[in-house]
């Protein structure tokens, strides 16, 4: 996943990076993404779309949200990577042993049940408050692409040429 990648080193992705390596230079980033006492809350979860394009609300492909894993089904795929998914681990010990949280986990680390999950890699080691080296995007051709389309849209010279170019991409 790009936005756990260690080293972002010849990453094509990445436009511009900081870099950080043990024992030289680390972050907490990571720590703080798992500890920091928030999470996301339940209406901008609500904002992510159907597949089929739709907000929630009107898509015939929603499935609920009576259970926790219903609530990501046929939604669009960023949701998986930003929002801590039933199917990956939360974390893996040093063992290999992994945790995984099946319903939104309350806790004092995340009141909102909806747990932060984007750039948090699976590695515990890399988790804890002093010691990631993970690389952190700044900035990345995808959002170079985005900020294209968007500039066309604005311009009213938003094709499907240049949709296919950049967003579809």
């Known amino acids: ?28 980033n990571a720590y703080n993404f798992m ?4 999470g996301y809350v339940k209406d901008f979860v609500d904002t992510y779309l159907c597949i089929d394009g739709l907000p929630i609300s009107i898509s015939p492909l929603y499935k609920g949200d009576l259970n926790y894993k219903d609530e990501f089904v046929n939604r669009d795929p960023r949701m998986y990577v930003t929002v801590y998914h039933p199917d990956y681990p939360c974390k893996i010990d040093d063992v290999g042993k992994a945790t995984y949280y099946s319903v939104p986990n309350y806790s004092t680390s995340n009141p909102t049940g909806y747990r ?54």
């Open 1 to 28: 996943d790009f936005f756990t990648q260690e080293d972002m080193a010849g990453c094509k992705e990445a436009i511009f990076y900081v870099e950080y390596a043990e024992g030289q230079r680390s972050h907490t």
């Open 35 to 38: 500890n920091r006492k928030s």
């Open 116 to 169: 932060m999950f984007k750039i948090v890699p699976f590695d515990a080691n890399l988790r804890t408050s002093d010691n990631c080296n993970q690389d952190v995007a700044i900035f990345r051709y995808g959002e170079v692409l985005i900020n294209y389309a968007e500039l066309m849209a604005e311009l009213n010279k938003c094709t499907q040429e240049v949709l296919d170019k950049t967003v579809n991409a």
